[in-house]
T-cell receptor
Framework: QKEVEQDPGPLSVPEGAIVSLNCTYS??????FMWYRQYSRKGPELLMY????GNKEDGRFTAQVDKSSKYISLFIRDSQPSDSATYLC???????????FGQGTRLTINP | DTGVSQNPRHKITKRGQNVTFRCDPI?????LYWYRQTLGQGPEFLTY????????KSRLLSDRFSAERPKGSFSTLEIQRTEQGDSAMYLC???????????????FGPGTRLTVL
Protein backbone atom coordinates (compact mmCIF):
# COMPACT_ATOMS: atom_id res chain seq x y z
CA GLN A 1 0.00 0.00 0.00
CA LYS A 2 1.33 3.43 -0.93
CA GLU A 3 1.74 5.95 1.88
CA VAL A 4 -0.28 8.53 -0.07
CA GLU A 5 -3.12 7.49 -2.36
CA GLN A 6 -4.58 9.79 -5.00
CA ASP A 7 -7.09 9.07 -7.74
CA PRO A 8 -5.21 9.64 -11.02
CA GLY A 9 -8.33 10.67 -12.93
CA PRO A 10 -8.42 12.02 -15.54
CA LEU A 11 -10.96 14.58 -14.36
CA SER A 12 -12.67 16.84 -16.89
CA VAL A 13 -15.02 19.67 -15.85
CA PRO A 14 -16.53 22.74 -17.54
CA GLU A 15 -15.08 26.19 -16.97
CA GLY A 16 -16.47 27.84 -13.85
CA ALA A 17 -17.13 24.58 -12.01
CA ILE A 18 -15.94 23.84 -8.50
CA VAL A 19 -13.26 21.16 -8.53
CA SER A 20 -12.57 18.82 -5.63
CA LEU A 21 -9.31 16.87 -5.52
CA ASN A 22 -8.56 14.40 -2.76
CA CYS A 23 -5.87 12.24 -1.22
CA THR A 24 -5.67 9.80 1.65
CA TYR A 25 -2.57 8.90 3.60
CA SER A 26 -1.62 6.13 5.97
CA UNK A 27 1.18 7.49 8.18
CA UNK A 28 -0.15 9.45 11.15
CA UNK A 29 3.31 11.03 11.59
CA UNK A 30 2.74 13.27 8.56
CA UNK A 31 2.37 16.85 9.75
CA UNK A 32 2.73 18.96 6.60
CA PHE A 33 0.42 18.65 3.64
CA MET A 34 1.11 20.27 0.30
CA TRP A 35 -0.53 20.64 -3.05
CA TYR A 36 1.66 21.02 -6.11
CA ARG A 37 0.55 21.83 -9.65
CA GLN A 38 2.48 20.39 -12.55
CA TYR A 39 1.98 21.49 -16.13
CA SER A 40 2.96 19.12 -18.90
CA ARG A 41 6.74 18.67 -19.18
CA LYS A 42 7.40 21.07 -16.30
CA GLY A 43 8.49 20.64 -12.70
CA PRO A 44 5.95 20.73 -9.85
CA GLU A 45 5.05 24.16 -8.49
CA LEU A 46 3.89 24.59 -4.88
CA LEU A 47 0.32 25.88 -4.63
CA MET A 48 -0.39 25.67 -0.92
CA TYR A 49 0.72 23.98 2.24
CA UNK A 50 -1.01 23.30 5.54
CA UNK A 51 0.41 22.36 8.89
CA UNK A 52 -1.65 19.76 10.78
CA UNK A 53 -5.45 19.85 10.49
CA GLY A 54 -7.60 22.69 9.26
CA ASN A 55 -8.40 24.82 6.27
CA LYS A 56 -6.31 27.29 4.32
CA GLU A 57 -7.60 29.58 1.60
CA ASP A 58 -5.66 31.40 -1.11
CA GLY A 59 -7.74 33.12 -3.74
CA ARG A 60 -9.73 30.50 -5.63
CA PHE A 61 -7.95 27.63 -3.87
CA THR A 62 -8.85 26.06 -0.52
CA ALA A 63 -6.87 23.25 1.10
CA GLN A 64 -8.38 21.09 3.84
CA VAL A 65 -6.75 18.51 6.06
CA ASP A 66 -8.64 16.11 8.32
CA LYS A 67 -6.05 14.23 10.34
CA SER A 68 -8.66 12.10 12.10
CA SER A 69 -9.62 10.49 8.79
CA LYS A 70 -6.21 11.02 7.12
CA TYR A 71 -7.88 12.89 4.27
CA ILE A 72 -6.51 15.83 2.25
CA SER A 73 -8.56 17.96 -0.12
CA LEU A 74 -8.02 20.80 -2.56
CA PHE A 75 -10.96 22.82 -3.84
CA ILE A 76 -10.74 25.11 -6.85
CA ARG A 77 -13.53 27.63 -7.27
CA ASP A 78 -14.46 29.29 -10.57
CA SER A 79 -12.13 26.93 -12.43
CA GLN A 80 -10.32 28.31 -15.48
CA PRO A 81 -8.82 26.56 -18.53
CA SER A 82 -5.41 27.69 -17.23
CA ASP A 83 -5.99 25.44 -14.19
CA SER A 84 -5.67 22.41 -16.47
CA ALA A 85 -2.69 20.51 -15.10
CA THR A 86 -1.76 17.55 -12.92
CA TYR A 87 -2.32 18.19 -9.21
CA LEU A 88 -0.09 16.37 -6.77
CA CYS A 89 -0.68 16.07 -3.06
CA UNK A 90 2.42 15.64 -0.91
CA UNK A 91 3.12 15.04 2.75
CA UNK A 92 6.06 15.49 5.09
CA UNK A 93 6.99 14.38 8.59
CA UNK A 94 8.09 17.29 10.78
CA UNK A 95 11.88 17.49 10.83
CA UNK A 96 12.21 15.26 7.75
CA UNK A 97 13.07 16.41 4.25
CA UNK A 98 11.58 13.67 2.09
CA UNK A 99 8.36 14.72 0.40
CA UNK A 100 5.99 11.78 -0.17
CA PHE A 101 3.76 12.39 -3.17
CA GLY A 102 0.49 10.96 -4.35
CA GLN A 103 0.16 9.72 -7.91
CA GLY A 104 -1.28 12.99 -9.16
CA THR A 105 -4.70 13.78 -10.66
CA ARG A 106 -4.81 15.04 -14.22
CA LEU A 107 -7.39 17.84 -14.46
CA THR A 108 -8.80 19.40 -17.62
CA ILE A 109 -11.02 22.50 -17.52
CA ASN A 110 -13.07 22.78 -20.71
CA PRO A 111 -13.91 26.29 -22.02
CA ASP B 1 16.07 33.79 -13.93
CA THR B 2 16.65 32.79 -10.31
CA GLY B 3 14.83 29.45 -10.31
CA VAL B 4 16.27 25.94 -10.19
CA SER B 5 17.88 24.97 -13.48
CA GLN B 6 18.63 21.51 -14.81
CA ASN B 7 20.70 20.35 -17.74
CA PRO B 8 20.25 18.72 -20.09
CA ARG B 9 16.47 18.92 -20.44
CA HIS B 10 16.35 15.73 -22.46
CA LYS B 11 18.77 12.82 -22.75
CA ILE B 12 18.45 9.76 -24.97
CA THR B 13 20.96 7.02 -24.37
CA LYS B 14 21.49 3.37 -25.14
CA ARG B 15 21.25 0.70 -22.50
CA GLY B 16 24.55 0.23 -20.72
CA GLN B 17 25.81 3.79 -21.20
CA ASN B 18 26.54 6.19 -18.36
CA VAL B 19 24.73 9.51 -18.07
CA THR B 20 25.21 12.56 -15.87
CA PHE B 21 22.72 15.29 -15.06
CA ARG B 22 23.39 18.67 -13.51
CA CYS B 23 21.25 20.77 -11.17
CA ASP B 24 21.87 24.40 -10.24
CA PRO B 25 19.77 25.36 -7.21
CA ILE B 26 18.45 28.77 -6.26
CA UNK B 27 21.58 30.61 -5.16
CA UNK B 28 20.85 31.11 -1.45
CA UNK B 29 19.43 27.61 -0.92
CA UNK B 30 21.64 25.21 1.02
CA UNK B 31 19.38 22.17 0.67
CA LEU B 32 19.15 20.22 -2.57
CA TYR B 33 17.02 17.21 -3.45
CA TRP B 34 16.75 14.71 -6.27
CA TYR B 35 13.49 12.99 -7.15
CA ARG B 36 12.50 10.61 -9.94
CA GLN B 37 9.11 10.72 -11.66
CA THR B 38 7.87 8.02 -14.01
CA LEU B 39 4.95 8.51 -16.38
CA GLY B 40 1.65 8.82 -14.57
CA GLN B 41 3.23 8.75 -11.11
CA GLY B 42 4.17 11.33 -8.52
CA PRO B 43 7.82 12.15 -7.85
CA GLU B 44 9.76 9.71 -5.65
CA PHE B 45 12.53 10.89 -3.36
CA LEU B 46 16.05 9.78 -4.24
CA THR B 47 18.48 11.78 -2.11
CA TYR B 48 19.04 15.03 -0.20
CA UNK B 49 22.03 17.28 0.48
CA UNK B 50 22.55 19.95 3.04
CA UNK B 51 25.45 22.01 1.73
CA UNK B 52 27.92 19.41 0.45
CA UNK B 53 26.83 16.63 2.83
CA UNK B 54 24.56 13.91 1.47
CA UNK B 55 22.27 13.31 4.44
CA UNK B 56 19.68 10.87 3.18
CA LYS B 57 19.46 8.32 0.36
CA SER B 58 16.44 6.30 -0.71
CA ARG B 59 16.78 2.59 -1.32
CA LEU B 60 15.67 3.51 -4.87
CA LEU B 61 19.19 4.87 -5.29
CA SER B 62 20.91 1.64 -6.30
CA ASP B 63 24.68 1.32 -6.49
CA ARG B 64 24.50 2.39 -10.14
CA PHE B 65 23.39 5.84 -9.03
CA SER B 66 25.64 8.41 -7.44
CA ALA B 67 24.98 12.01 -6.54
CA GLU B 68 27.46 14.68 -5.56
CA ARG B 69 27.41 18.27 -4.47
CA PRO B 70 31.11 19.00 -4.16
CA LYS B 71 31.09 22.66 -3.19
CA GLY B 72 27.62 22.91 -1.76
CA SER B 73 26.35 24.66 -4.87
CA PHE B 74 25.45 22.68 -8.01
CA SER B 75 24.84 18.93 -7.90
CA THR B 76 25.32 16.09 -10.34
CA LEU B 77 23.44 12.81 -10.58
CA GLU B 78 25.21 10.01 -12.45
CA ILE B 79 23.64 6.77 -13.57
CA GLN B 80 26.04 4.05 -14.62
CA ARG B 81 25.17 1.15 -16.92
CA THR B 82 21.72 2.55 -17.65
CA GLU B 83 18.76 0.18 -17.90
CA GLN B 84 15.43 0.71 -19.65
CA GLY B 85 13.79 0.94 -16.24
CA ASP B 86 15.81 4.09 -15.56
CA SER B 87 13.73 5.98 -18.14
CA ALA B 88 12.02 8.74 -16.17
CA MET B 89 12.00 12.45 -15.41
CA TYR B 90 14.73 13.34 -12.91
CA LEU B 91 13.72 16.35 -10.86
CA CYS B 92 15.90 18.54 -8.71
CA UNK B 93 14.58 20.80 -5.97
CA UNK B 94 16.18 23.23 -3.55
CA UNK B 95 15.17 24.92 -0.32
CA UNK B 96 16.40 26.86 2.64
CA UNK B 97 15.53 25.73 6.17
CA UNK B 98 12.20 26.90 7.57
CA UNK B 99 11.94 28.40 11.02
CA UNK B 100 9.93 27.13 13.95
CA UNK B 101 7.11 24.88 12.88
CA UNK B 102 7.31 26.09 9.28
CA UNK B 103 8.96 23.59 7.03
CA UNK B 104 11.03 24.75 4.12
CA UNK B 105 9.46 24.99 0.70
CA UNK B 106 11.03 22.84 -1.98
CA UNK B 107 11.25 24.61 -5.35
CA PHE B 108 11.51 22.27 -8.30
CA GLY B 109 13.41 22.63 -11.53
CA PRO B 110 12.00 21.67 -14.94
CA GLY B 111 13.55 18.21 -14.82
CA THR B 112 15.73 16.12 -17.11
CA ARG B 113 13.81 13.56 -19.15
CA LEU B 114 15.87 10.41 -19.66
CA THR B 115 15.03 7.83 -22.30
CA VAL B 116 17.02 4.61 -22.30
CA LEU B 117 16.74 2.66 -25.56
Amino acid sequence: QKEVEQDPGPLSVPEGAIVSLNCTYSNSAFQYFMWYRQYSRKGPELLMYTYSSGNKEDGRFTAQVDKSSKYISLFIRDSQPSDSATYLCATLIQGAQKLVFGQGTRLTINP
Amino acid sequence: DTGVSQNPRHKITKRGQNVTFRCDPISEHNRLYWYRQTLGQGPEFLTYFQNEAQLEKSRLLSDRFSAERPKGSFSTLEIQRTEQGDSAMYLCASSTPGTGRFTDTQYFGPGTRLTVL
